[in-house]
């Protein structure tokens, strides 16, 4: 046939795009050649369908054929052929849109499309290696790019190809990257860094999927890698790799199942996981009654499992499958005088309407839904069941019970009806079918109500009913409890709609036990019976949408039968455990928050896959830091330095990244237009070759030098996200959403390197920059009201200083409209930091002054000027917070100044006391006149206490001898009361003058209250401040305060300067980072904690860690220092000894064992 193709090594170099040869000469003639057929009884070896499952193609490779059918509005049965193609050798890779355009990769890595189309490719694509189509029909191409992979987006239009967005995937030499899959979802998967990856094309959201415990040794490897298969859907991730299946959970995000097809038996490192792949092979295999209770899960996992068997000729899964029960699926399509064929289907395509299955060269379309029905009439003890090879798991039957919770959404549709047929004189009865059944009763007690649950089963129609399980389901309420409607699901799982919300129960026939899956607390008035259906329409809206809403604070405080079934299940425990470790803080249940958080630690270390669940921890530190913050202290020191894979990893860097935080993959780079992709790639082609050359250049005159630097995981999971859900006008204009990592500044997480690694991910990748933005628009704030405030009138215009002054009026205002927002996000918390109050002032000050000058155009508000200028000043210094030189100290400043403020009130009252006493000793008690000379007996009177001058001329004393200094109101300062305060001030200071114009041997009471204010503030109290700021000092001495004020900067920039989609952006904050540490640095921090005793020597993760930094360390001598520091830490709580002296005797005590095992490391 015909060929559309390009061949990227023969085009011309000096052009930036070609257009792909037409070879095709009449578009028509091909499309419509259907009469080719494929030769019958050539094996299918691709099947590949389209993203909305209207088209599919297969492809023979004895036959080089590829044929397209046609399954949109076709009958089920056998189908036919649409249209073929000939002579299509050694394909890689082919794929198929709904509307029926064809690509594919043949040998040579040449792409070639049907119809025909044009490309703009740049010159140095060096050939295609993957294509696929998306859900919108574009065009999705992996090629390489000089060193680089590189992914192109293309969307068709005017019958061209055109490219919407690139992203690169530049090649690391540490690290071996290869591209599995890209799923019609936009969702990339890649295997890097010993994981496989799913990144996000729209979002560049990665998670990590699965983590392969084997290190890059061989070719081999390498071979087993380009083996991975993937298949996905909106709720589980397939992957196969060499004999293991994994299936992640989209929801959960962590992998749910690990399952070994050539045994059949669930590998015990994840036993504790729900075995879900094993069971559901047991379905199929055993044909289960289980499966008649989770058809969910067979709709989800059905089209998952065969495309990762594809390429499996042979395993005693297909083989056992295919004999009985595909045989039986086939011959309720064929007519009377067709025959199944000899040789059975090899190949199998399940889809969510549909299953597809190649038999000697033809396609049957089986219906899904029949599909599932048919395997549940097969018989139980069906010959498909081989015991040797498959045994039943008790345990892991009992596990996949609970699957259900990770598909409940499946029972919205059920829901709906409930609501839709909600009955207010609904009688409960008996619900099931001939073997299973169901009885509810609601009982009416004093201060609760009840709910009475029995299951009954039978092994035939004959036998009597017999008593499997009961559950008595409290609920604390003293109003009616009413059903409204009840539907059973299946078998197992029983929807129950009352007056307080739904619920959903599920049966567990192996643990004969019932469990509260669901439930949603809605208050409906039943007695009102004109509003009834009005209740009912606004709580159904609750359920309109695609998923069950998450459990609300009241469907806890009612039900603690529901309390217990969420956090006795790991899967109910992560879907839930959030909102149920935010009901435990607020109704201040302490035991319950300390079994929450004891169950998610402990899931983590059980496997460190499981992540996810220090993301319930994380996700509720706002409130732990307001009611209890020793949470916050001990989850920090629990999860530092650690890793969610089984051993650390140490890599070696020419650059010293101690605490540099990353995320797993860093791979992949945006390039978000074709302009933008020419203006790379004419700078990279610069790049290279000045590259090189400075590489080679250098490395003849140094040495590398390589730090070595392992890998921890940053445990505060999902703590700087934001809710994806949001209004434009509330985030810009009122108050916006925050993140945890906003709510909780708290010392605790930053003492910490993880705290600090947090810090200063942010930093880098944004804070500085909108810092320095900030910085440079106050700058330039302050140099217009500078210039225009401090230069003469001689040096400048009139016209100029009314620009700049002006200019200083809209700049205030900007900046101050920021000062606006942050009160109106939080008054209390805005008040109680001095540096807003400051910067108010610093803004207002300058706009105040400017209107006024621009208004009287005079120069009488110089005070004003001085003021501003003063203000402003200060505040380009506190700019330099963030930089740690002064940051220190400015977190010193206010630090210490936040703990002494009650002795400067208590200092303030004293001085007020003594001024009012001084006022009243000394204040004048006859009238006076400071213009005209007064003469009185009043000691107190200026005129009689201003100095007085003798005058002697020639030797002879003069007839008017007295000359009389006018008085000033500063002659007597306490002729007011304020102006003695700050004679007191003065005094204080020891500026004594104020009290020197009296004689202290005439006034003794002037000379008692002198002396009681010099001891008791100069002497005492003075030096009992100075030695209260050393303290202040000494503790607020380190690098914690400086951070935490550093968090504080950044989260003011988070919530007020960048845009409401910046804060979802996911390279800005991403669910997990990781960050490297020096490994020497490493070494003295864990031997700095043990020393402390905030290293737990017994936990396994930081075993390992000690084993693989080589640290050697005595137990016994832990546990001793340990014991020792509690009985002196309960010594000094009772007052017993003092602080010093505990210090002393335990430093004694330890340091012989602290140096022996110094010596030994």
């Keep these: 046939m015909s060929e559309i193709y390009i061949d990227i090594d023969n085009v011309d170099n000096d052009k930036i795009c070609t257009e792909i040869s037409d070879k095709i000469d009449n578009y028509n003639d091909v499309y419509n050649e259907i009469d080719v057929s494929p030769n019958k009884g050539k094996p299918i070896t691709k099947i590949e369908v389209s993203p909305n499952e209207k088209y599919f193609v297969t492809y023979s490779q004895e036959d080089n054929l590829i044929v397209g059918w046609n399954v949109k509005d076709v009958e089920m049965g056998l189908l036919e052929q649409e249209f073929c193609f000939e002579n299509i050798y050694d394909l890689k890779q082919m794929c198929v849109s709904d509307d029926k355009k064809l690509a594919y990769i043949t040998g040579g890595y040449l792409l070639e499309t049907y119809p025909k189309t044009k490309f703009k490719f740049n010159d140095k694509m060096m050939g295609f290696r993957y294509c696929t189509f998306n859900l919108k029909g574009e065009l999705i191409l992996l090629h390489k790019y000089y060193e680089n992979a590189t992914i192109c987006i293309y969307s068709y239009s005017q019958n061209n190809w055109h490219c919407k967005r690139t992203y690169m995937i530049p090649k690391r030499y540490k690290d071996y990257t290869r591209l599995i899959c890209v799923s019609k979802y936009d969702k990339l998967y890649l295997f890097s860094n010993n994981s496989i990856y799913e990144i996000d094309l729209i979002t560049e959201k990665s998670r990590r999927i699965w983590i392969i415990d084997q290190e890059v040794k061989n070719r081999k490897f390498y071979e087993d890698i380009g083996e991975i298969k993937i298949s996905s859907n909106e709720e589980f991730i397939c992957t196969r790799f060499k004999n293991e299946i994994i299936i992640y959970s989209v929801e959960l995000e962590i992998p749910v199942a690990s399952f070994d097809i050539n045994n059949g038996n669930v590998k015990p490192k994840v036993k504790n996981y729900l075995t879900l792949l094993f069971n559901f092979i047991n379905i199929i295999f055993y044909l289960d009654i289980q499966l008649r209770e989770h058809p969910a899960l067979c709709t989800q996992l059905f089209p998952l499992i065969f495309p990762l068997f594809g390429d499996i000729s042979s395993n005693d899964f297909l083989d056992s499958f295919t004999k009985n029960y595909w045989k039986r699926c086939l011959e309720s399509h064929l007519n009377p005088n067709d025959h199944l064929p000899e040789k059975f289907p090899d190949n199998i395509r399940a889809t969510k309407k549909y299953a597809l299955r190649v038999l000697d060269g033809d396609i049957w379309n089986i219906d899904f839904e029949e599909l599932i029905t048919k395997i549940n009439l097969l018989p139980k003890n069906s010959d498909m069941v081989n015991e040797d090879n498959f045994k039943t798991n008790e345990k892991a039957s009992k596990m996949y019970d609970y699957l259900h919770i990770l598909l409940l959404n499946s029972y919205m549709e059920t829901i709906r009806k409930l609501f839709q047929k909600a009955n207010q004189e609904f009688v409960t009865q008996e619900f099931g079918d001939n073997l299973v059944k169901w009885r509810i009763n609601f009982n009416y007690y004093t201060n609760y109500r009840v709910i009475a649950l029995q299951v009954c089963k039978r092994e035939n129609v004959d036998n009597e009913w017999d008593l499997v399980c009961i559950r008595y389901e409290k609920f604390k309420m003293d109003h009616d409890l009413k059903p409204l409607g009840i539907e059973l699901f299946n078998e197992s799982d029983i929807i129950i709609l009352t007056n307080i919300g739904p619920l959903i129960y599920h049966f567990n026939e192996d643990a004969k036990s019932i469990s509260l899956v669901y439930y949603y607390y809605i208050k409906i008035d039943i007695d009102i019976s004109a509003q009834f259906t009005v209740q009912i329409q606004n709580c159904a809206k609750e359920f309109s949408r695609n998923n069950l809403p998450l459990p609300n604070y009241t469907s806890f405080e009612f039900c603690d039968g529901w309390i217990s079934d969420v956090k006795n299940n790991k899967e109910s425990l992560l879907k839930y455990g959030v909102e ?48 209890y913050p020793e949470y916050i202290s001990r989850y920090s020191l629990e999860t530092t330095m650690i890793i969610d894979s089984s051993h650390y990893i140490i890599d070696y860097q020419t650059h010293n990244l101690h605490l540099f935080s990353f995320q797993y993959p860093q791979i992949l780079v945006n390039i978000a237009k074709p302009i933008l992709w020419i203006r790379y790639d004419l700078l990279m082609k610069l790049f290279y070759e000045l590259y090189f050359k400075v590489v080679k250049y250098s490395s003849r005159h140094k040495i590398a030098k390589n730090t070595p630097m392992i890998i921890f995981m940053n445990p505060y999971i999902k703590f700087v ?23 909780t500044i708290n010392r605790d997480i930053y003492k910490t390197w993880s705290g600090e690694a947090l810090i200063n991910f942010k930093w880098d990748t944004f804070g500085k920059y909108y810092y320095a933005f900030i910085w440079i628009g106050y700058m330039a704030f302050l140099g217009c009201f500078t210039v225009a405030a401090t230069t003469p009138q001689q040096y400048i215009d009139e016209n100029v200083r009314r620009k700049l002054l002006i200019a200083s009026i809209i700049l205030g205002f900007i900046h101050l409209s920021f000062e606006i927002r942050q009160m109106i996000y939080d008054v209390n918390k805005w008040t109680h930091d001095f540096w807003n109050i400051f910067d108010v002032i610093a803004y207002v000050l300058p706009i105040l002054t400017s209107v006024r000058w621009l208004q009287t155009n005079e120069m009488n508000i110089i005070p004003l000027l001085s003021f501003s200028c003063l203000f402003l000043d200060i505040k380009f210094l506190l700019f330099f917070r963030p930089i740690e030189y002064f940051g220190v100290y400015f977190a010193i400043i206010i630090s210490v100044a936040k703990q002494i403020i009650s002795f400067f009130v208590v200092l303030f009252i004293i001085i007020i006391s003594f001024a009012h006493a001084f006022y009243i000793l000394l204040s004048p008690r006859s009238n006076f006149s400071l213009k005209e000379y007064t003469s009185n007996n009043d000691s107190n009177n200026p005129w009689n206490v201003v100095n007085t001058y003798q005058v002697f001329e020639n030797g002879t004393l003069n007839p008017n001898p007295y000359i009389i200094q006018t008085p000033s109101e ?192």
């Design 580 to 627: 149920l470790l935010q009901f435990a803080i607020i109704n201040h249940k302490f035991e319950l928050v300390d079994e929450i958080y004891k169950k998610c630690i402990s899931h983590f270390k059980e496997d460190f896959k499981n992540k996810m669940f220090l993301n319930i921890i994380t996700s509720t530190m706002p409130l732990l830091n307001e009611y």
């Design 721 to 743: 996200n934001y809710p994806q859900e949001y209004k434009w006008y509330e985030e810009l204009l009122f108050r916006p959403q925050s993140s945890p990592f906003v709510k």
């Design 970 to 1161: 500063n002659t007597n300062m306490f002729v007011d009361f304020r102006s003695s305060l700050f004679a007191m001030y003065k005094f204080l200071t020891g500026d004594s003058s104020a009290l020197s114009n009296w004689s202290y041997v005439d006034n003794p009471s002037l000379a008692i209250l002198i002396v009681l204010f010099s001891l008791l503030i100069v002497v005492y109290l003075m030096n009992l401040f100075i030695g209260l700021l050393n303290n202040a000092i000494e503790k607020d001495n380190d690098r914690v305060s400086y951070l935490v004020q550093k968090a504080e900067i950044i989260a003011e920039i988070e919530l007020f300067y960048l845009l409401p989609p910046q804060r979802r952006w996911y390279k800005w904050f991403p669910d997990v980072t990781y960050y490297y540490a020096d490994v020497d640095k490493t070494c003295e921090k864990v031997k700095e904690m043990i020393k402390k005793g905030e290293w737990d020597i017994n936990d396994k993760l930081k075993k390992n860690l000690m084993n693989e930094l080589k640290i050697q360390h005595n137990s016994h001598d832990h546990v001793v220092g340990n014991t020792l520091r509690e009985i002196l830490e309960e010594m000094y709580s009772q007052n017993s000894v003092y602080e010093t002296t505990l210090r002393r005797v335990l430093e004694e005590m330890l340091s012989p064992s602290l140096t022996k095992k110094s010596s030994d490391t």
